[in-house]
């Protein structure tokens, strides 16, 4: 009987210490994949880290889900294409690959110019 309190006590101890370290879900931090950058498409961006340093596009496609952007001109990757049908041959396609959000900003020549109050 002495075994099962003994048990019993070091389970409770147990609990309510893994209780006061757990984090309730409402208190938890959760990353916005868009990083709280409001893009559209259509929008002129500036890559500001990696190989397209310094570079401005036109944004064609986002992924919000994954935090990704495809940039008109930008990060351009090769699918090599195999022939579908007798007598066609291979080619190699050229295509923008995405771009994680936080390597962009929104480009300064995209942003309204104000006009001095006469």
């Known amino acids: 009987m002495s075994r099962l ?3 019993v ?3 409770l ?3 309510s210490a893994f ?3 757990a984090r309730p879900a409402a208190l938890r931090r959760t990353a916005s994949p868009d990083m709280k950058l409001k893009l ?3 929008d002129m961006v500036e890559v ?3 190989d397209e340093k310094g570079e401005t596009g036109k944004i064609i496609n986002i992924d919000r889900a994954k935090g990704k952007v495809w940039v008109e001109g930008l990060k351009m990757e090769s699918k090599h294409v195999k022939p579908m049908k007798e007598g066609e041959t291979g080619r190699i ?3 923008e690959g995405a771009i994680h959000i936080s390597n962009l900003k929104v480009s300064s020549a995209a942003a309204p110019v104000a006009e001095p109050a006469a």
Request: charged share 15%.
């Open 13 to 15: 101890q147990l609990s």
């Open 48 to 50: 500001i880290t990696g």
């Open 93 to 95: 396609m050229k295509r």
């Open 5 to 7: 309190l003994v048990l």
């Open 19 to 21: 209780q006061l370290t």
């Open 40 to 42: 559209k498409n259509g």
């Open 9 to 11: 006590v070091a389970l």
